[in-house]
């Protein structure tokens, strides 16, 4: 009897081997398509990450673009505030550095005796400040210390008069330093002249010695120079300048 291979010619050992009859080009195919629905799904991944991001560029933009007008509408009141603070800085640094002319005058009338007669009083806060009236004999002496300081000229009965004035001098609230320029032999009376800040008239003097001395206070703090030079940019204003008491010819005495 001769043998019969019932097996399909396809199927056979031997006959195409695990490809086929396509001789694997159906796997070729299958792999090209996936291949294909990969990068086809990448790309449509990418392209849609970027539209989100564009999206979100955009809000971004327009947020920024809404709080920069917002930050534009509300730059005023930023410099207002910014001018109100210097101000108030200017201002207090100056309230600070000021010197009390009131206190110092008070203070003078307390300590200065009776038997004493001023006939010039000249008050500067420094030696760069000018003021009416001079110092006289001591301008020399005003310059040794660059503070506020009170110039004197007067008479007194006696030199014996001197010292207990220089000592009561020193009593003055805030002294550094009372430094006496000179003292003279005077006129032997000072004739009386005007009246008294109450009406009364101004009694003579007794000079028999002219003498001139200079009360040196305590300095003070100096006004900030940014904070001074703010105000007048903002405020268009010229510069605060020190300024000077003079006062006139008047009679020393405890009240």
């Not at 396509?22 to 990418?46: D, E, F, N, W």
């Not at 007794?206 to 305590?218: E, K, L, Q, T």
């Amino acid at each position: 009897m001769k043998a019969v291979n019932l097996i399909p010619t396809e199927e056979r050992r031997g006959a195409g081997g695990a490809a086929g009859r396509t001789g694997g080009a159906a796997y070729i195919l299958i792999g090209a398509l996936t291949l294909t629905v990969g990068m086809a799904a990448a790309y449509a991944t990418t392209t849609k990450s970027i539209h989100d991001r564009k999206a979100e560029l955009t809000t971004a933009e327009r947020q920024a673009a809404a709080t920069e007008a917002r930050a534009a509408a509300l730059a005023p009141y930023t410099q207002f505030a910014g001018i109100r603070a210097s101000r108030v800085a200017t201002v207090t640094s100056i309230a600070q550095s000021r010197f009390d002319w009131a206190h110092a005058m008070h203070e003078l009338g307390r300590t200065l005796p009776r038997n004493i007669t001023l006939t010039s009083l000249n008050g500067t806060v420094s030696t760069q400040t000018a003021a009416g009236g001079g110092g006289g004999g001591s301008v020399a002496l005003r310059a040794a210390y660059d503070v506020p300081a009170i110039e004197l000229q007067g008479c007194a009965p006696s030199q014996a008069a001197i010292p207990p004035m220089m000592a009561g001098l020193r009593q003055v609230d805030g002294v550094r330093r009372v430094a006496l320029q000179q003292s003279v032999k005077g006129a032997s009376t000072a004739p009386a002249g005007g009246t008294t800040a109450g009406g009364k008239p101004q009694r003579a003097a007794n000079c028999a010695r002219s003498f001139s001395a200079v009360i040196f206070f305590d300095p003070k703090p100096q006004p900030s120079v940014a904070g001074a030079a703010a105000v007048p940019a903002a405020a268009g204003t010229a510069p605060v300048a020190a300024t000077a008491v003079t006062t006139p010819s008047t009679t020393g005495g405890a009240k």
